[in-house]
T-cell receptor
């Protein structure tokens, strides 16, 4: 079984709809991240979390919110989806016990299309 | 501010030929550097990483990268490319002294392999 899973893998929705993307991990890592990937822009950080009570904004958090329900679960919500949020979304985890090594482990991605 | 630049958006090489993907970073202190690969429809997989020590690092799948502080570069190389290497490649940097776990990604380089 995959260590980091994302659901759904693909989603098509309409402008104005509320969407939740879910991420679960079995690696036992405290840190979790949400990124979006756009062609030519690489991956950009939306939110990250160090533990259940520690949520931090990334570089492009506007229009998004997150919830860390448990150590293993980190959800990303789009309260009112807009077309420019069409992208590939990745969840990642890391284990800070290795120091500042920051190696991250990625899920398979969720392809979101907002019409 | 930290940044990563991958000057080549798209590269095409023939199978069996050598490969070099370029990565330049901007960071004042000692960086942690990573190369990830994203195969079609999959998440990102770590190829290799540099923290300290020997500036030539070996990774999985026959890849290697060389850290050159004077040039602020961390180029990825492979002596003989296989068709299965066709993918998108991302260079990333993290702050050595940071405890945030954040990675800054380059724009990505898409590798096409000709038979």
């Amino acid at each position: 079984d995959a260590d980091v899973t994302q659901t759904p893998r693909n989603r098509i929705t309409k402008t104005g709809k509320r969407i939740m993307l879910e991420c679960s991990q079995t690696k036992g890592h405290d840190r979790m991240y949400w990124y979006r990937q756009d062609p030519g822009l690489g991956l950009r950080l939306i939110y990250y979390s160090f533990d259940v009570k520690d949520i931090n904004k990334g570089e492009i958090s506007d229009g998004y919110s997150v919830s860390r329900q448990a150590q293993a679960k980190f959800s990303l919500s789009l309260e009112s989806a807009i077309p420019n949020q069409t992208a590939l979304y990745f969840c990642a985890t890391s284990d800070p016990s290795g120091g500042a090594s920051n190696e991250q482990f990625f899920g398979p991605g969720t392809r979101l299309t907002v019409l | 501010a930290q940044s990563v630049t991958q000057p080549d958006i798209h590269i095409t090489v023939s199978e069996g030929a050598s490969l070099e993907l370029r990565c330049n970073y901007s960071y004042g202190a000692t960086p942690y550097l990573f190369w990830y690969v994203q195969s079609p429809g999959q998440g990102l997989q770590l190829l290799l990483k540099y923290f300290s020590g020997d500036t030539l690092v070996q990774g999985i799948k026959g890849f290697e990268a060389e850290f050159k502080r004077s040039q602020s570069s961390f180029n990825l190389r492979k002596p003989s490319v296989h068709w299965s290497d066709a993918a998108e490649y991302f260079c990333a940097v993290a702050a050595y002294s940071s405890n945030t776990g954040k990675l800054i990604f380059g724009q990505g380089t898409t590798l096409q392999v000709k038979p």
